[in-house]
């Protein structure tokens, strides 16, 4: 096991963690998939408003390579296809049927066969199964190819995102399948798995250590794979690496092992407006509405499905996604605060100085005002100074407007974690991130299309 | 509170759409921000935002400022009060001070803040808080004796040529309120050097004829006979360590106490808004260059040679200069590495011009325009070598 300590990113202390107690909530009456929050897939539909599916029914696939197949997380009709502008397919959602929940089974593969498999007859398993999704290939983060060879296999266990489940949690009893699903990786890409947890991790430490190949300390994103590869990656050809999600590994290794699609969540539900703050067992794609209490919000709060400093937004009727792992309801912050400027902020979360809560021990509410308008660069060098893979924001920023794509290339796009942080510390309010993601996604397309 | 956000509210309709004044939008704006935060919320991830702004980084300077504003007021009370042969008295003093210091600050926000509307509203850019600090800067670093249309003149300068036709702050490659003073340095010599601009005429009939003004420490520090050490030739004219530290002597309106600007530099390098590096590189510059030159000194060479390299710090502008010039960012380089050599480089000179120029008896504000042009090729080869250190991902 070794150790990684990252110096840079930033150290919250926000309120609204969630506790550790895990609640198992019922099956709901409906669950959906949300292609829409998929990254850089095309989805094909394969199904119709109407049409019977069962749980590991095919439901979509991406145009871009037809193997790459979504299935149903629930067994029923077809009850509702939502398209947003442009034709994107936003919602499927699916009625579901009880007793018995009408599901398709898949061939399982026992400890001891996998010992043997070869690594096409995984993958083959993998494809069938619908779990490819577990899979990202860096930079992009989109899926990759299924015959492509990983330089590595990054497995981050937590995300100290504010908030996503810990892992302590949801790896709770479930540490042999962790194992198997390892082992998985290891047919994949042998030797070349690498496996990591924070080292405030201790008791996923204790009980995990022995598959854990690093343990890393630091702020928020420093868990992150991307993260990861920036520090122990040795030349360029490592770029292309694979990262699969703690709780997606553990989807995958559900699905060899059992034969059957997974459809089991753990979600951590936070934010310092969140009625309940705790762990939540769910149904891959269960509402929103199961996990908060709607009538127990004060009003004037935002749902964001996914962490603070990723997710997306969305309405209480709306759904958790295949990669969300994490509702954090939060303050929206919608009123011009009286005198701002002159608070001495005792409360106000900052990345700088310039705050009296920079002495204040309490965690803080953080909320969804802009605390500020759009303005030039003054070249505060915070952006730079936050990022944890050593970039400067704000250069590459002004190469993107400038579209010197070589420039901006050479600066380490292609590097970004995605983590949010320049956006978050800019002053100016400079959209940072966004910029870079839309950035990486047009380069990643522009790639694609080249003849290889 | 409910009273002004109404008054806020009722206004609005005037800045919007096609109203008549929708132009002055930012005005209306900049206006509304000094009383309310931004109502705005995010769209996108991150959801939170920090709630640091770029006007509260600029206020913040300003606070710090206000000491050195107070205290030169007090100071050109003194010096023109010990010139005229007048009794010490605080109040008179002070009032004195208020009434040369207040109307060239009041003109600066004035012309500095109005070309901004002006250009806000014509390049359709919002109102950039930068101005406000400009504004501030310039008129601490005239003459007490600068005559009005001057002040007007010389920031109008900084803020036009300096900074908007450059695009408005974030796009200066120099500092604005450094260029207006230039501009005033070289446009009008005679009312910016000499000994007797520095101390304001006690205007009472007879009277102003017999004032007698002092030189400055700067002009005694060049002429120092080589008879003497120019400590020596300080601490005759009244100037020992002390009075130079505190600021008591004539000088530009608010640049002379090395007191302050060193609480101002602390605080604000505390908080985070002016970068330590900077600063440090910057008198790390001063001393190692006076160290250097001490050296050389000995029988026969010009006695500045041999002065203690502390006093390059405490004497002219070089305090106010290093802890609220050198550390406007935009007109600084960007990298931690290149700040560092910019600051080096801003101290070294401002000696070397100060020493071997008779020309310029201060220094810092050439070596801060200087260095500001060559900010960027510094950025430049820190990139260049930051890039080479980076694996590559294509």
Not at chain 2, 58 to 64: A, T
Not at chain 2, 149 to 165: H, M, T, Y
Request: aromatic share 10%; proline share 7%; charged share 20%.
């Amino acid at each position: 096991m070794q150790k990684l300590t990252m110096k840079k990113g930033y150290r919250f202390r926000m309120a609204g963690a969630p506790a550790d107690e895990l609640v198992v909530l019922p099956a709901p009456a409906r669950v959906a998939v949300l292609p829409e929050r998929i990254p850089h897939i095309k989805p094909r539909l394969l199904v119709k408003k109407g049409d019977q599916v069962q749980i590991g029914s095919p439901l979509f696939e991406d145009k871009r390579n037809p193997r790459l197949r979504f299935l149903s997380p629930g067994g029923g009709t077809i009850h509702d296809i939502s398209f947003g502008p442009r034709r994107v397919v936003q919602a499927i959602v699916i009625d579901r049927k009880e007793n018995p929940e009408p599901e398709t089974r898949f061939q399982a593969v026992t400890e001891s066969q996998l010992a043997q498999i070869d690594r096409q007859a995984l993958v083959d398993r993998i494809l069938d199964g619908g779990m490819w999704w577990a899979f990202r290939e860096l930079p992009f983060r989109d899926l990759p190819a299924p015959d492509g060879e990983p330089p590595f296999i990054l497995v981050s266990l937590n995300a100290k995102e504010p908030f996503q489940p810990s892992p302590a949690v949801y790896l709770k009893d479930h540490e042999q399948l962790l194992a198997y699903g390892l082992k998985a990786l290891n047919v994949l890409a042998p030797g070349r798995v690498r496996v990591f947890a924070d080292a405030s991790e201790s008791s996923v430490i204790e009980k995990a250590g022995q598959w854990l190949t690093h343990v890393v300390s630091g702020n928020y994103p420093c868990d992150d794979p991307a993260t990861v590869l920036y520090r122990i990656k040795s030349d360029a050809s490592q770029n292309r690496a694979w990262f699969v999600a703690g709780q997606d590994l553990l989807a995958l290794a559900h699905l060899l092992r059992e034969g059957r699609y997974p459809i089991r969540r753990v979600v951590a539900v936070a934010g310092s407006a969140a009625p309940d703050r705790r762990h939540c067992q769910i149904r891959l794609g269960a509402p929103l509405s199961q996990l908060v209490d709607d009538a127990r919000l004060r009003g004037g709060e935002r749902f964001v499905v996914g962490g603070l400093f990723r997710g997306y937004s969305s309405d209480s009727d709306g759904y958790v996604g295949f990669y969300e792992t994490a509702v954090n309801v939060v303050p929206e912050g919608g009123d011009p605060e009286f005198l701002a400027l002159f608070n001495p902020g005792v409360s106000r979360p900052s990345y700088s100085r310039t705050f009296l809560s920079r002495l204040n021990p309490k965690a803080l509410v953080y909320n969804c005002n802009m605390h500020g308008d759009l303005r030039a660069c003054i070249a505060c060098m915070h952006c730079a100074d936050v990022c944890p893979v050593d970039l400067l924001p704000q250069m590459i920023y002004k190469s993107i407007l400038a579209e010197e794509v070589e420039e901006y290339l050479e600066l380490g796009l292609l590097d970004c974690v995605e983590c949010g942080l320049c956006s978050y510390v800019c002053p100016s309010k400079i959209e940072l991130s966004r910029t870079f993601i839309a950035t990486k996604a047009a380069y990643a397309k522009e790639q694609a299309v080249k003849p290889d | 509170m409910k009273a002004i956000r109404q008054f806020f509210e009722n206004q609005r309709r005037h800045f919007e759409g096609n109203a008549p004044l929708a132009r002055l939008e930012p005005f209306y704006e900049a206006m509304e921000r000094v009383f309310f935060g931004t109502g705005q919320v995010t769209g996108q991830a991150p959801h939170a935002r920090d709630s640091l702004t770029v006007q509260r980084y600029m206020m913040l300077v300003i606070v710090m400022l206000l000491p050195c504003l107070f205290f030169g007021m007090y100071n050109v009370g003194l010096q023109s009060f010990k010139a005229a042969g007048q009794p010490l008295d605080f109040w008179p003093m002070m009032v004195f001070g208020a009434k040369i210091v207040l109307p060239l600050v009041i003109i600066s926000y004035l012309f500095g803040f109005g070309w901004e509307i002006v250009f806000s509203a014509i390049r359709k850019h919002p109102i950039s808080e930068g101005v406000f600090v400009t504004a501030m800067l310039f008129p601490l670093t005239l003459p007490p004796s600068t005559p009005w249309w001057q002040a007007a003149l010389g920031i109008s300068f900084g803020v036009v040529l300096g900074k908007e036709v450059f695009g408005g702050t974030g796009r200066n490659f120099l500092n604005p309120a450094l260029t207006g003073r230039a501009f005033l340095y070289f446009a009008y010599p005679i009312q910016m050097s000499g000994d007797a601009v520095w101390t304001a005429v006690y205007n009472h009939g007879a009277q102003a004829v017999d004032a007698v003004t002092a030189a400055t420490p700067l002009a005694l520090a060049t002429t120092a006979p080589a008879s003497q050490t120019v400590e020596q030739t300080l601490a005759a004219a009244g100037y020992d360590f002390s009075t130079l530290f505190l600021g008591f002597y004539p000088d530009s309106i608010g640049a002379s106490s090395a007191l302050l600007c060193l609480i101002g530099a602390v605080v604000l390098m505390i908080i985070g808004v002016a970068s330590y590096r900077i600063i440090l590189g910057d008198i790390i510059g001063v001393l190692a260059l006076g160290y250097v030159l001490n050296l050389f000194a000995g029988e026969g060479s010009a006695p500045y040679l041999g002065m203690n390299p502390f006093y390059h710090l405490i004497i002219g502008g070089t305090a106010f200069g290093i802890a609220f010039m050198t550390t406007d960012p935009v007109s600084a380089p960007d990298t931690h590495a290149a700040r560092w050599i910019y600051g080096f480089f801003i101290g070294a000179l401002t000696v070397l011009i100060r020493v071997f120029n008779p020309a310029f008896p201060e220094g810092i504000m050439l070596a801060i325009l200087f260095m500001n042009v060559f900010a960027p090729v510094l950025d430049h080869l820190v990139i260049r070598l930051r890039i080479r250190k980076r694996i590559p991902n294509i």
